[in-house]
């Protein structure tokens, strides 16, 4: 009974599905059950259904021990909407599946998800402009030029151009790398980074890249206080001063110094409450639904965790900011309170923890598209961030290094790479040079004291001097 580690690539969310469903149909112990004096051969009630799936996904790699009873009924209840199972006189299609002592049973076959199947995307790479192509509206013909008033040295060194001693000049545009080129190298570079890690042949079937803005990467990357979290240039995206108090007041407590209104019992409970219900009516998750199978993807590298975390780092750099900020301030809050031993409860039926990640998973990771294991995908990538939220939420250095590098690079040899002959011309080779300059005759050192042998022991007289 165990289910087998579904790495990253496309359609993850799919194969887990699927996986769960044959593991289910092929492992769920069958029996004889009775049901108003009549009795019904291989079926299973729906508490049995409950507990044999709960363990099944518990003890998975892919989803782990944080999977709740509830989230097993959730899922038992999309089974029975999507004929998985069916009651036992044959009714499916509707998700009244309780934990209780109903009947259910495995219809004839159980229809498993399709693939998906998306256009195929030709990548746009953005065009570098030819370095020999001058600026529209100019040439050598219609540059001014200065009156020059002729005197011996200009004549020299006309005279000199006129009969070949020194070759004319001519005017070099010199291009520069433009901000959507340096954009374009962030956005292709930080892709490339993201395949890697995948281990993807392409990226096509996990992300869309005409929706990966390259702005937002810089901008992450670079707009940030001393603590990591993104400083937004519009201050209308910005969360709530209602919700950041009330965010600050759990995150610190119970040393608020935000706090002014008088604090009474269950106070923490209803602050929690209206963090929980902002977050809760996004528009969109904080990890966006275009980027949803990308992080999915990711999820299946949980096995190796360094690995995992360097890929999510990218897959966070490609969030608009205002996401990447919230993002970060939530997890700071949800982490600090899983850890603050003097926060009341916040609610009775759950711990701290399994509270945070089911409050906040949806809102952090879901499909705009209905996708059955939604729930167990988000608590399962939420557990996983707050353990290593300090390390996802930081931008990764090698990653950064290589492009400023790579920037850098371009910069330095663009000119020579366009130019070559001019390049050649005003820079000449060292053999070039050997054939101007040649080499001259090394003066011999002259004999200094110092390079004698004991230059100043002191006379010693031989025999002979004394004969």
């Known amino acids: 009974m165990e289910h087998r580690i579904v790495g990253p690539g496309p359609y993850r969310a799919t194969k887990l599905w699927n996986e769960t469903v044959e593991l289910f149909r092929t492992k769920m112990p069958l029996r004889k059950h009775r049901c108003r004096f009549k009795s019904y051969e291989r079926c299973f009630t729906a508490a049995e259904a409950v507990d044999w799936l709960h363990e099944l996904l518990r003890r998975s790699q892919n989803f782990g021990p944080e999977v709740t009873r509830k989230q097993t009924v959730q899922l038992l209840k999309k089974f029975l909407k999507n004929h998985v199972i069916e009651d036992i006189k044959g009714k499916w299609g509707q998700e009244d599946f309780e934990d209780n002592r109903h009947l259910y049973r495995f219809p004839p076959s159980s229809p498993l998800r399709p693939y998906p199947k998306r256009p195929p995307y030709q990548k746009d790479v953005i065009k570098f402009p030819e370095w020999n192509d001058p600026p529209p509206g100019t040439s050598q013909e219609n540059i001014p030029v200065r009156p020059v008033v002729m005197n011996s040295e200009m004549w020299y060194k006309r005279h000199s151009i006129a009969i070949g001693e020194v070759p004319a000049c001519r005017l070099v545009h010199r291009r520069q790398l433009t901000e959507a080129n340096v954009e374009e190298i962030w956005k292709t570079m930080t892709l490339s980074y993201l395949q890697k890690i995948l281990g993807l042949d392409s990226l096509e079937e996990v992300l869309d890249v005409k929706l990966v803005n390259s702005k937002f990467i810089i901008h992450n990357v670079y707009s940030v ?243």
């Open 225 to 467: 206080s001393k603590q990591g979290v993104v400083i937004l240039d519009d201050k209308s995206k910005e969360l709530p001063h209602w919700v950041l108090s009330a965010m600050k007041c759990l995150a610190n407590w119970p040393n608020c110094s935000d706090l002014k209104q008088p604090m009474y019992l269950g106070f923490e409970k209803d602050v929690f409450k209206t963090i929980a219900d902002y977050y809760g009516h996004l528009k969109e998750p904080l990890l966006t639904f275009h980027l949803f199978d990308a992080f999915v993807s990711v999820l299946g590298l949980l096995q190796k965790e360094e690995m995992a975390i360097e890929a999510f780092q990218i897959c966070c750099l490609l969030l608009p900011p205002e996401n990447r900020r919230k993002l970060q301030l939530l997890m700071r809050m949800m982490a600090r309170i899983c850890l603050n031993k003097e926060m009341p409860p916040l609610c009775d039926g759950f711990g701290t923890r399994t509270l945070m990640v089911q409050t906040f998973s949806h809102c952090i990771l879901c499909s705009k598209d209905e996708v059955d294991l939604d729930d167990l995908l988000a608590a399962r990538l939420v557990t996983f961030l707050m353990d290593n939220y300090q390390e996802i939420l930081k931008v990764p250095l090698a990653l950064q290094t290589s492009i400023e590098e790579r920037v850098a690079h371009l910069r330095r040899v663009q000119f020579q790479k366009s130019y070559p002959e001019v390049y050649q011309e005003r820079f000449p080779t060292p053999e070039s040079e050997a054939l101007l300059f040649p080499e001259k005759p090394k003066a011999k050192p002259q004999l200094l004291m110092w390079a004698l042998k004991n230059p100043f022991q002191p006379f010693q007289r031989t025999r002979s001097f004394r004969m």
